[in-house]
T-cell receptor
Framework: DADVTQTPRNRITKTGKRIMLECSQT?????MYWYRQDPGLGLRLIYY???????NKGEISDGYSVSRQAQAKFSLSLESAIPNQTALYFC????????????FGSGTRLTVV | KQEVTQIPAALSVPEGENLVLNCSFT??????LQWFRQDPGKGLTSLLL?????REQTSGRLNASLDKSSGRSTLYIAASQPGDSATYLC??????????FGKGTRLHILP
């Protein structure tokens, strides 16, 4: 089983719909992150969480919200999806034990039509 | 504001050659620097992590160096193989715990 699991792997949704992307990890890491990747723009940080009670905005948090349900689970929601949120979304984890090196999930490809 | 630049954006080399990928960053106050590999449409795989106090890390045919004072890191790949074809990303973690990624170098090894 993967250390960092993202579901779904692919999703097509309509403009205006609410959608949730889920991430779970078995690494026991404290820190979890959500990124989106767009061609030509690289990886951009949406939200991050250093522990269950800690949630922080990244550089592009508008239009997104997150929930850290447990140490192992961090979900990303798009309250009202719009086409420019079409992207590849990645969850990542890190921890002091690994000197904050990142472990990434396999990604969710989201298409908003 | 930290900026991470990777040059070149794309590179094609014949199989068997040794090659160097470059990463530069504008703020030398970093906690660590990490190199990743990404295959098309896939997630990122960590290759090497260099702490700010270290000068280099090695794994197999890969060697990464770090020169904080000049704001540079290089990823050296020895004896390149077609399976090394991928996009290579550099990421730095600042003292503020923020991680900034470069846009990557797309590497193509010609058989």
């Amino acid at each position: 089983d993967a250390d960092v699991t993202q579901t779904p792997r692919n999703r097509i949704t309509k403009t205006g719909k609410r959608i949730m992307l889920e991430c779970s990890q078995t690494k026991g890491h404290d820190r979890m992150y959500w990124y989106r990747q767009d061609p030509g723009l690289g990886l951009r940080l949406i939200y991050y969480s250093f522990d269950v009670k800690d949630i922080n905005k990244g550089e592009i948090s508008d239009g997104y919200s997150v929930s850290r349900q447990a140490q192992a689970k961090f979900s990303l929601s798009l309250e009202s999806a719009i086409p420019n949120q079409t992207a590849l979304y990645f969850c990542a984890t890190s921890d002091l034990a690994t000197n904050y090196g990142y472990t990434f999930g396999s990604g969710t490809r989201l298409t908003v039509v | 504001k930290q900026e991470v630049t990777q040059i070149p954006a794309a590179l094609s080399v014949p199989e068997g050659e040794n090659l160097v990928l470059n990463c530069s960053f504008t703020d030398s106050a970093i906690y660590n620097l990490q190199w990743f590999r990404q295959d098309p449409g896939k997630g990122l795989t960590s290759l090497l992590l260099i702490q700010s106090s270290q000068r280099e890390q090695t794994s197999g045919r890969l060697n990464a160096s770090l020169d904080k004072s000049s704001g540079r890191s290089t990823l050296y790949i020895a004896a390149s193989q077609p399976g090394d074809s991928a996009t290579y990303l550099c990421a730095v973690t600042g003292r503020d715990d923020k991680i900034i990624f470069g846009k990557g170098t797309r590497l193509h090894i010609l058989p």
